[in-house]
């Protein structure tokens, strides 16, 4: 509401009280009070206009009855009483409807404070993808499922004996030496077999799985690993592998051939080539060394295949009578004479390379989401 000293309008006392003056006075009071409701703002002022229109004291609804009732000749009091009586409900409900409307406007004012612009394009979260080694894990493995393979894993600190004892790792095999392997401190009250060590491959987790599984076994197993390596462009401390193994009875050579030749083509197209080379690992017997043909040059030779048209990928064999011995202390149905297997193994990072010509192996690991969002 303005300041009072604009309001102008005061109740006239009246001294003609024939119709069209009485018609005359309402009409600006009406007036009055119209534009004062109008210029109520806010509560305060709505208390303020209430209490000047229908203050008992001295409102200008009791002013009316002092200055125009009291003051009306006995001829025109019946007149004006009607016009009097007939007021009060109306500026009530003036008083009212003013009120309505500011509250109305205070929570039409809040609205407006608090409008929430649901078309703004707000915060868009970036949605997370396979990373390009576990997409490259996740195919290899998915290769293998489809020959009836399933998936088992094993912890990542290790101990000796299922790292190396239990996979016929000579005791001064190089690979127990400090300079490969990454042991976990304060061990040496431990016995040997007993102490423990990040896994370097994934190999331990064939012997756990057949001593909780009897033969036939046809597994997969993919994870992290780790080396006491230097990093340079093919090496890192960390890199995982997809290792396999099959046992059964008569699981021979050509099995393990089949299997593979199938899973390189169901990995790198139809048209590659696989050959195998003699090899050593101390849990197979024979081991060999599988080259796919160059899936660069399609063999020609060039540069990425040092023109020889092939390329190594992974490590095989039958596995070792004496791995099946270990794995024959919990689960006597291992039994050399009777059963037979292969298993292999490759480094998953060394794969994704290839598919993706990554030519450094610790883009991997960099976490640059310039590089990891190429592979979304
Ligand atoms: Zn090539």
Same mark, same amino acid.
């Given at each position: ?9 005061? $109740? !006239? ?26 210029? $109520? ?39 004006? &009483? ?108 431990? !016995? ?54 099959? $046992? ?33 690992? !101390? ?14 040059? &399609? ?47 490759? &480094? ?29």
């Amino acid at each position: 509401m303005e300041s009072c000293s604009e309001l102008s309008y005061t $109740v !006239p006392k009246l001294t003609d009280f024939s119709t069209s003056a009485l018609d005359g006075a309402v009409r600006e009071l009406f007036s009055a009070l119209e534009q004062e409701s109008a210029a $109520v703002a806010s509560e305060n002022d709505w208390k303020a206009f209430r209490d000047r229109w229908m203050a008992r004291k001295n409102g200008i609804l009791t002013q009316l009855n002092d200055l125009w009732l009291k003051a009306a000749p006995g001829a025109n009091k019946r007149d004006v &009483g009607q016009r009097v009586n007939d007021l009060k409900p109306k500026v009530e409900q003036a008083v009212d409807a003013t009120l309505a409307r500011i509250q109305s406007g205070a929570s039409s004012g809040k609205l407006a404070a608090e409008r929430l612009d649901v078309t703004l394009p707000g915060i868009r979260r970036t949605l997370g993808a396979e990373h390009p080694v576990i997409k490259t894990m996740n195919e290899i493995i998915g290769g293998f499922r489809n020959l009836g393979y399933s998936v088992e894993e094993g912890p990542e600190i290790e101990t000796d004996y299922y790292n190396f004892e239990a996979l016929n790792f000579p005791p001064n095999h190089p690979a127990r030496d400090t300079q490969d392997t990454l042991f976990i401190a304060w061990q040496e009250s431990k !016995p040997l077999r007993d102490r423990l060590l990040l896994r370097t491959h994934t190999s331990p987790v064939q012997i756990r799985t057949m001593q909780k599984m009897k033969p036939p076994v046809r597994v997969v197993c993919p994870g992290k690993v780790h080396r006491n390596d230097a990093p340079d462009a093919t090496h890192s401390p960390i890199f995982h592998q997809v290792e396999g193994l099959a $046992v059964d009875t008569n699981i021979t050579f050509c099995d393990l051939k089949g299997t593979l030749d199938h899973a390189m083509k169901a990995l790198f197209g139809s048209s590659v080539k696989t050959r195998f080379y003699p090899s050593f690992f !101390p849990f197979t017997e024979p081991s060999a060394d599988v080259q796919i043909s160059c899936i660069f040059c &399609g063999g020609k030779g060039c540069r990425k295949c040092k023109q020889s048209g092939w390329i190594e990928l992974l490590g095989c064999g039958m596995v070792d009578p004496a791995v099946f011995a270990f794995a024959a202390e919990k689960q006597p149905a291992y039994d050399a004479k009777q059963i037979s297997g292969f298993a292999f193994g490759m &480094g998953v990072e060394r794969i994704a390379m290839m598919k993706y010509g990554i030519s450094e192996i610790g883009q991997f690991f960099a976490g640059d989401m310039r590089f990891l969002g190429q592979f979304a």
